[in-house]
């Protein structure tokens, strides 16, 4: 038996084996994406509202209100709160940020994350204006007006609602669609080159399983999230999008 031979062996036994667990730990840690760089939205800094933000969720369906109250309880009026902040009007965004299958939008592109939900355009089975809000500023051909922003039941004096029921059939158990959700401040918004200029005021993650077949439901993940947990990908299609982001000092 040749002992050199076999220390060189075994030593080299030992870095292959060491490779495949460092290896195989890379593949089964949660990947960070989170950027090199720090960012920060301007409207949180002045936003002393998150309190005021509740979410209800049943089954499937999702309801998130935001209803601003002063220092004695009383209720804010939103335009009056809006303006004083330095916005047109409130309304949300929404984005997925994982989701395991897919879906196309108006013109039959399936999506790759992170996508705008809805899609500048809309879905194939549901139209939207092509700015990237929740709730539609335009009233677009084949639009639903329960979709504009300025419907009773999106947006009422002193109240705005964000509201969905998602459901996927293929979702298998163990597999979920994530989304995070800001409430924004719109700024000033273009409804001819559908531009907009908004800043995240508060941000939350919830997502959508099938813990069983044919039952669908949603759950919250995290509520006023950090910009700098959120992917660097959907931070730059936010900015994209015209989030007003600035980096940290």
């Known amino acids: 038996m040749k002992f050199p031979q076999l220390s060189f062996n075994i030593l080299l036994s030992g870095i292959l084996l060491l490779v495949f667990f460092k290896a195989k730990a890379s593949v089964c840690e949660p990947r960070n994406d989170s950027p090199l760089r720090q960012f920060k939205s301007l409207g949180t800094e002045k936003f002393a509202y998150g309190q005021n933000i509740t979410h209800q969720l049943t089954s499937s369906r999702i309801v998130t209100q935001f209803t601003p109250k ?33 879906i196309t939008n108006q013109s039959g592109q399936k999506l790759s994350t992170p996508y705008n939900d809805p899609p500048k355009g809309g879905y194939l089975y549901d139209a939207a204006d092509h700015l990237p809000f929740y709730w539609d500023l335009s009233r677009c051909q084949q639009c639903k007006p329960r979709h504009y922003w300025q419907d009773q039941r999106n947006s009422t004096q002193f109240q705005l ?54 039952r669908s439901k949603v759950a919250l993940v995290a509520t006023d999230v950090d910009l700098n947990r959120l992917p660097s990908s959907l931070l730059s299609m936010m900015q994209l999008d015209g989030a007003e982001l600035v980096a940290n000092p």
Request: charged letters at 20%; proline letters at 7%; zero cysteines.
């Open 70 to 102: 002063n220092s004695q309880g009383e209720s804010i009026e939103l335009h009056q709160l809006a303006s004083t902040l330095g916005y047109d009007h409130f309304n949300w965004t929404s984005y997925v940020v994982q989701d395991p299958y897919g």
């Open 161 to 214: 609602l964000f509201e969905d029921s998602p459901a996927d059939y293929r979702l298998q158990p163990g597999e979920a669609i994530e989304f995070v959700t800001n409430l924004v401040g719109v700024k000033d918004y273009d409804p001819h080159s559908q531009t907009a200029k908004w800043e995240i005021l508060h941000t939350f993650r919830w997502q959508l399983s099938n813990p069983q077949p044919n």
